[in-house]
């Protein structure tokens, strides 16, 4: 009876490996049967799961990443990617830092902005985003009104300090460039001409204001580099002509009159400066 329970469990097992992988097991041999190959539908469907599977777990290791959420068990540290499995953190590699992006909130329905240009109302445009100037881009002129200045040529024309540029509220919008005229050279910082022009009558007050600051520096200027000029000469004639040029010395020099002999000593002799008065007394023997 117990022989007959065991051949019965054993045929029993049998049947649950051969319909669970496809083979026939029996007492003394196992006879495995031939796979049948993919087909090409198969193949590209199984290519697409592993992409999509390889997608989502790079999207989850860069939140992780953002969120910065660490895992210890042990001695090491590891990092829990929230897809179910844990990464060891690499202590030679630094983790790299995402930059977050911040875009402008949508335009709602009521929000719309009036154009100063043809007092029309648009929900946004390039000045608006940009430099925060409330023009349509049907008006825009980038040419000539709504043109854009360095920060240089805004100090040199517009004498505007770098606290006036960048401190004074309410602080001005700028767009950064490459400069064209050279990669290496540092990055331009793009201000609209307008901003920079009122910005400029708020320091200056009046135009005319402005323009007789600009000539007093430039009249300044011109002093400085003449000066310049007439010391770089002379020192060029001193270097030239050193043996022909005389230098011209403040001390005075005494030129005195005729002795006089004292009249109680016979042996005492007084002269005077002619210049400045001065008197000595001497001896003769």
Known sequence: MTEKCDKSAETEQNNKLEAEIGTKVTN??????????????????IERNRQKALLLRQSRLSQQQLLGTKT????SRVIDTGGGFLLEENPDVKPRKLNRVEEPAPVIAGDDSICLECDK??????LLTTYDHQVCDKCRDPEEKHSVITKTEARETYLLSEVDITKREPILKYVVRKNPHNRRWGDMKLYLRLQIEERALEVWKTPEALEEERDSREQKREIAKKKKFNKNMKKLRQEV???LFEVKSNVHTHVFGPEIQSETDEDIYTKTCIECDHQIT???M
Do not use: H, I, M, N
Request: one cysteine or more.
């Open 28 to 45: 003394d041999e196992t006879v495995t049967k031939p796979k049948k190959e993919l087909t090409a539908t198969q193949k590209a469907r």
């Open 241 to 243: 002509r050193s043996s």
């Open 282 to 284: 001497f001896e003769k």
């Open 72 to 75: 210890t068990t042990g001695c």
């Open 121 to 126: 109302p648009f929900q946004d445009s390039y």
